[in-house]
C-alpha cells in the first residue's frame, strides 16, 4: 500500500523569509498528488494539484507555489512569507481514481 | 463550485452514545469520502461512499445521492472516536479528483 511522508512536521519562520515542504510517496506510480491547507482546525483548502512531473495546477491565487520534480515528490514553496501563510499543510495522493490518502501534515506558523 | 455543509459543528457525547452526522451538498457527486482527524491532525479515511450504505466495525455510513445528503453513524462511541469528522465531495464532472470539504464537526466523547 501507499505511503506519503511529509517533511519537516512542524516549523517556524519569520515573515519574509522562504520556504521549502516536501511531499514524498511510496508504493504507488504516477500518482496525482495534491497540496491542502488547513487554518484554524476546520476546513481543507485544496493548493495544488499535479498528474504529472512538471505538471502543476493551482487552484487559488496565492503567495505559494508548487513544483514536481519527480513522480513521487511535490515540493510546495514560497520566495517570501506573509503571516497569513500559517497554517497546516496536507499533501495527498489520488488512489484508483477514487480514494485520497494524506500525508501526516506540517505546521507552519509564521511569526 | 459545489458546496458542503456539515452539521452539526460541534457535539459533545458521554462514552456509548450514539450520534449522527449529515453531510448536504449542492449538487451531483461522483466521490464521497468520510474523514476522521485525529488530535495530532492525521486525515484517516473512514469511507469512500458516493452511494449506498457501507459499515465498518461501529461506523456506518449511507449516502443518498438522489438527495444530495451522506450521514455518518457513531455507535457505541469512545473516547478515541474524538476529533473532526469531515465530508469531502467531488463533483460531477470535476477533473483529477479535486475534493472540496465541509466545514467538519467536531466530536468530543467524554468518559
Known amino acids: 500500500s501507499q505511503t506519503i511522508h511529509q517533511w519537516p512536521a512542524t516549523l517556524v519562520q519569520p515573515v519574509g523569509s522562504p520556504l521549502s515542504l516536501e511531499c514524498t510517496v511510496e508504493?504507488?506510480?504516477?500518482?496525482?498528488l495534491y497540496w491542502y491547507r488547513q487554518a484554524a482546525g476546520r476546513g481543507l483548502q485544496l493548493l495544488f494539484y499535479?498528474?504529472?512531473?512538471?505538471?502543476i495546477s493551482s487552484e487559488v491565487p496565492q503567495n505559494l507555489s508548487a513544483s514536481r520534480p519527480q513522480d513521487r515528490q511535490f515540493i510546495l514553496s514560497s520566495k517570501k512569507l506573509l503571516l497569513s501563510d500559517s497554517g497546516f499543510y496536507l499533501c495527498?495522493?489520488?488512489?484508483?481514481?477514487?480514494?485520497?490518502?494524506f500525508g501526516p501534515g506540517t505546521r507552519l506558523l509564521v511569526l | 463550485g459545489i458546496q458542503v455543509e456539515q452539521s452539526p459543528p460541534d457535539l459533545i457525547l458521554q462514552e456509548g452514545a450514539n450520534s449522527t452526522l449529515r453531510c448536504n451538498f449542492s449538487?451531483?457527486?461522483?466521490?464521497l469520502q468520510w474523514f476522521h482527524q485525529n488530535p495530532w491532525g492525521q486525515l484517516i479515511n473512514l469511507f469512500y461512499?458516493?452511494?449506498g450504505t457501507k459499515q465498518n466495525g461501529r461506523l456506518s455510513a449511507t449516502t443518498v445521492a438522489t438527495e444530495r445528503y451522506s450521514l455518518l453513524y457513531i455507535s457505541s462511541s469512545q473516547t478515541t472516536d474524538s476529533g473532526v469528522y469531515f465530508c469531502?465531495?467531488?463533483?460531477?464532472?470535476?477533473?483529477?479528483?479535486?475534493?472540496?470539504f465541509g466545514q467538519g464537526t467536531i466530536l468530543t466523547v467524554h468518559p
Open positions: 469531502a465531495v467531488r463533483a460531477g464532472g470535476t477533473s483529477y479528483g479535486k475534493l472540496t
Open positions: 461512499i458516493p452511494s
Open positions: 508504493g504507488t506510480s504516477n500518482p496525482n
Open positions: 449538487d451531483s457527486v461522483n466521490n
Open positions: 495527498a495522493l489520488l488512489q484508483r481514481g477514487e480514494t485520497q490518502y
Open positions: 499535479s498528474v504529472g512531473i512538471g505538471q
